[in-house]
């Protein structure tokens, strides 16, 4: 289904934030946050799955999986 304006708005605001948080991480010592490697791959799963939603991204292959 196709976003209208608002809606692309709304995720394009999303995904900034996103790489926004994923950047500021990549600033920190690993060793203080702990669980750190989950929430940046939970970061990046919702980064693709937002940028899948905008169409600047091919869906992933469900077979690869």
Do not use: F
């Amino acid at each position: 289904m196709k976003l209208n304006a608002a809606e692309r708005e709304r995720i394009t605001d999303s995904v900034l934030k996103i790489q926004s948080v994923r950047a500021s991480l990549e600033q920190v010592d690993e060793e203080k946050i702990p669980q750190r490697d989950e929430m940046e791959e939970c970061l990046e799963g919702v980064d693709h799955s937002l940028r899948e939603a905008l169409g600047y991204v091919r869906k992933k292959d469900q077979s690869s999986d």
